[in-house]
């Protein structure tokens, strides 16, 4: 079966970091782009990061905070997210995109949760 | 950035109705989009990409349509399973890809 699982979601105080992790099952992370989208409660969706075939790309409220990666031994990606704000308090979301020139998403995890609060 | 704009916000349906949901690009993304169906408590669900094209399994009560900066998702007689938050989502400029701001179908 093909899906995603998410990990990571915690409690944690602003300043700090956390990391989450996206392992993939039924295809491969190295062949693939993964996105990590985020939604706030009770708000909308978010697109954070995407891992492609031409780099990392970041949304303009976390760049230079967070980093996307992964580790293709574990079919893995990973959001490495630093200096946290309370408002990046949400669901976290990776989801894979299709391979250009169609890029929607079409697999989706089941989120984990963030909350940033003192 | 390329700003999606849905409307209405919320839109009130009695079941076996027709509804019909907006969303409009700030600038032409072609025909790079896609709608998600979302649920309480459950992550987003393809529905439509291409603009009009039906994701695997999707039922042929929803349709899409629309290209440039006008698009529209259409269920043609909703049922009990279809009330639930719908996001177009555009692909053809990025970074960033851009959801739009959602729109709640709730019963009338």
């Known amino acids: 079966e093909v899906q995603l699982v998410e990990s990571g979601g915690a409690l944690i105080q602003p300043g700090g970091s956390l990391r989450l992790s996206c392992a993939a099952s039924g295809f491969t992370v190295s062949n693939n782009y993964i996105s990590w989208v985020r939604q706030a409660p009770g708000r909308g969706l978010e697109w954070v990061s995407i891992?492609?075939?031409?780099?990392?790309y970041y949304a303009d409220s976390v760049k230079g905070r967070f980093t996307i990666s992964k580790d293709n031994s574990k079919n893995t990606v990973y959001l490495q997210m630093n200096s946290l704000r309370a408002e990046d308090t949400a669901v976290y979301y990776c989801a894979r995109n299709v391979l250009p020139p169609m890029f929607q998403f079409d697999i989706w995890g089941q989120g984990t949760l963030v909350t940033v609060s003192s | 950035e390329v700003v999606m704009t849905q409307s209405p916000a919320t839109l009130s349906v009695s079941p076996g109705e027709r509804a019909t949901l907006s969303c409009r690009a700030s600038?032409?993304?072609?025909?790079?989009l896609a709608w998600y169906q979302q649920k309480p408590g459950q992550a987003p669900r393809l529905l439509i990409y291409?603009?009009?094209t039906r994701a695997t399994g999707i039922p042929a009560r929803f349709s899409g349509s629309g290209s440039g900066t006008e698009f529209t998702l259409t269920i043609s007689s909703l049922q009990s399973e279809d009330f639930a938050v719908y996001y177009c989502?555009?692909?053809?400029?990025?970074?960033?890809?851009?959801f739009g701001g959602g729109t709640k179908v709730e019963i009338k």
């Open positions: 891992l492609s075939g031409g780099g990392t």
């Open positions: 600038q032409s993304v072609s025909s790079s």
């Open positions: 291409g603009a009009s």
């Open positions: 989502q555009q692909y053809n400029n990025w970074p960033p890809l851009t």
